[in-house]
């Protein structure tokens, strides 16, 4: 069974930064792509970033220039920093990923950390 754990979250004033980590444990064979999204209430979610094991990254449009994503694969773990924060990037967000174990490929989720950004 594959956990996957975020922490990082909080209240942060418009403008300001937070680091988001999401720890990956478990009965795994490996870890491929790390990938986090975000949902705000009564909206979908959203993609943010991801990063694959060759270390290509991908970022939501309205994050490129603000959010770093990156990861430790020794650790298994992914990190998104992000500046300049904004009121409306108030959400839950959730990490993903993609890996093998003795049941085959799949996807995993975590719980969310809330990011709160208001002044």
């Known amino acids: 069974q594959v956990q996957v754990v975020e922490s990082g979250g909080g209240l942060v004033q418009p403008g300001g930064s937070l680091r988001l980590s999401c720890a990956v444990s478990g009965s795994y064979y490996r870890v491929y792509h790390m990938g986090w999204y975000r949902q705000a209430p009564g909206n979908q979610r959203e993609f943010v970033a991801s990063i694959s094991s060759d270390g290509i990254t991908n970022y939501g449009d309205s994050v490129k220039g603000r959010f770093t994503i990156s990861r430790d694969s020794a650790k298994n773990t992914v990190y998104l920093q992000m500046n300049s924060l904004k009121p409306e990037e108030t959400a839950v967000y959730s990490c993903?990923?993609?890996?093998?174990?003795?049941?085959?490929?799949?996807?995993?989720w975590g719980r969310g950390t809330q990011v709160t950004v208001s002044s």
């Open positions: 993903n990923v993609q890996a093998t174990t003795a049941a085959g490929y799949g996807a995993y």
